[in-house]
């Protein structure tokens, strides 16, 4: 079977990318196979289009890691909370998290990408508040 093209609009930037996928393997992957398993030959950046439809520089900017900020402190990461209005158990919640499925991480590469997570939840939120017409 020959490939067919498919084309992705990402839901950050509304940038549209088309590429070429073999139309069983796209079955198979919507059907439960990994997508690197399923699509071996797309790049990393084309299976993150197909499984969020964000494109690589919108995911990039979204969960970058500055690899330079060891010696930030667990009360920065407070005060990151702070700036975008976290809930406290929220946040530490979020914290430990983050924590379990990356223990390697410095507190000032936790703090980043816990930042840049919150800030996504938090357009979010208005997207939805706005959508769906609700005040609060």
């Known amino acids: ?29 919507e059907e439960g196979k990994l997508i690197q398993d399923a699509m071996p030959y797309l790049d990393k950046a084309q299976r993150e289009l197909l499984i969020s439809q964000t494109c690589d520089d919108c995911f990039s900017e979204m969960f970058s ?6 010696n930030d402190t667990i009360d920065e990461e407070r005060e990151t909370m ?3 209005k976290a809930d406290q158990e929220d946040w530490e919640q979020a914290t430990e998290i983050i ?10 590469q936790r703090k980043k990408l816990l930042s840049n997570m919150w ?5 979010t939120i208005e997207i939805l508040k706005k959508n769906l017409d609700i005040d609060s």
């Open 99 to 108: 924590r379990s499925a990356f223990p390697k991480l410095s507190t000032g």
């Open 119 to 123: 800030e996504e939840v938090i357009k």
């Open 65 to 70: 890691i500055d690899f330079d900020d060891e």
């Open 82 to 84: 702070s700036d975008h």
């Open 1 to 29: 079977m020959g490939m067919q093209s498919v084309e992705v609009t990402c839901n950050r930037c509304d940038n549209d990318f088309s590429f070429n996928v073999n139309p069983a393997d796209l079955q198979e992957w």
